[in-house]
């Protein structure tokens, strides 16, 4: 048992590696979370870079794994109650900087699941951006994530 689940954690790492990239749009260090194997929404978190010379924007995402895969924030309200709302003009990403996608804050939010997401699956995902279309990526399930990346933009170096 133990060696299974040190071999999972292995693929996992090797599968969050490698950068995914098209037309100058990247994306790096991408998982996804559900809260169980009955759960009917999950999200993905990643940081997406913006190699190009133009601002671009994520403006959907699609995914056969949900009925629907929107893209979310957190926001406060006046009584101090933290929602998730849908980010309905999408995401800009400046050219040569990127954005971190994570939890407490931007997120792409899968709702209504297609079927149960387990520890080590792989999910794909459709990027959308305004000016460099479409990006395929394919994003690993990680239940025992415990790290808490960036939740605001950060830039490249």
């Known amino acids: 048992m133990l060696i299974a689940r040190t071999l999972v954690a292995a693929a996992l790492a090797a599968l969050a590696v490698p950068a995914v990239a098209h037309d100058g749009m990247a994306v790096r260090d991408a998982y996804v979370r559900v ?3 009955s759960a009917k929404s ?10 190009r010379a133009i601002d671009d924007r994520l403006i959907a995402a699609r995914s056969d794994a ?8 957190h926001t406060q309200d006046d009584a101090g109650v933290m929602r998730m709302v849908e980010i309905e ?8 900087e990127e954005h ?11 709702l209504g ?9 792989a999910v794909s ?3 959308i951006f305004e000016q460099s279309g ?24």
Do not use: W
Not at 100 to 110: I, N, T, V
């Open 134 to 157: 479409e990006l395929e990526v394919e994003i690993p399930v990680d239940l025992e994530r415990q790290d808490m990346p960036a939740q605001r933009p950060v830039h490249s170096h």
């Open 113 to 121: 699941l297609t079927a149960p997401l387990d520890h080590g699956d």
């Open 100 to 110: 971190a996608l994570s939890r407490g804050g931007d997120h792409l939010m899968f």
């Open 66 to 73: 949900a009925e629907r895969l929107e893209i979310h924030t």
């Open 89 to 96: 003009d999408g995401i800009l990403i400046p050219a040569g």
């Open 35 to 37: 809260s169980g194997p």
């Open 125 to 127: 995902v459709t990027l």
């Open 42 to 51: 999950g999200a993905a978190f990643m940081v997406i870079e913006n190699h």
